[in-house]
């Protein structure tokens, strides 16, 4: 993924893969993944770096602040624009195949493109701790 074209900050931006066409039920594994240096990932589902289910998913990128050590909270910086488990965009459409630990598309997001919307029951509220992976 890039921002304006170039890599994201390191260690900030957070992504999930969320059901497609459902909400997520409660307690199910969300796999999820901060993206590293040079926009390297890998999702995690049960483990680090298990990688997701096979299955059709959403994705959602939140761009986070710094909190203590190994811990992000919100509000998104990208006016939460890409963390609805509801995306509809294709970019955001991803299909992980059996024995793959999910690839994304490289998604260039245009920061003057974006407009602050609602939270949500999925962004992370102010504050919030994310343990980082």
């Known amino acids: 993924?890039?921002?304006?074209?170039?890599p994201p900050p390191l260690g900030l931006i957070e992504m999930k893969l969320y059901p497609k066409g459902?909400?997520?039920?409660?307690?199910?594994?969300?796999?999820?993944?901060i993206v590293g240096q040079?926009?390297?990932?890998?999702?995690?589902?049960y483990r680090d770096g298990d990688g997701a289910e096979p299955g059709e998913y959403v994705l959602s990128i939140e761009h986070l602040k710094m909190g203590g050590p190994g811990e992000l909270y919100g509000p998104d910086k990208f006016g939460n624009n890409f963390n609805s488990p509801f995306n509809e965009d294709p970019r955001f459409q991803v299909t992980v195949v059996e024995g793959e630990s999910g690839e994304v598309p490289t998604i260039d997001i245009k920061t003057s493109e974006l407009e602050m919307?609602?939270?949500?029951?999925?962004a992370s509220p102010p504050g919030k701790r994310t343990r980082r992976k």
Not at 1 to 6: A, F, R
Not at 22 to 33: D, L, S, T, V
Not at 38 to 45: C, E, I, N, P, V
């Open 117 to 122: 919307r609602p939270s949500h029951p999925y």
């Open 38 to 45: 040079d926009g390297r990932y890998t999702f995690s589902s």
């Open 22 to 33: 459902r909400a997520p039920k409660p307690g199910e594994r969300i796999p999820k993944c």
């Open 1 to 6: 993924m890039l921002i304006d074209g170039e």
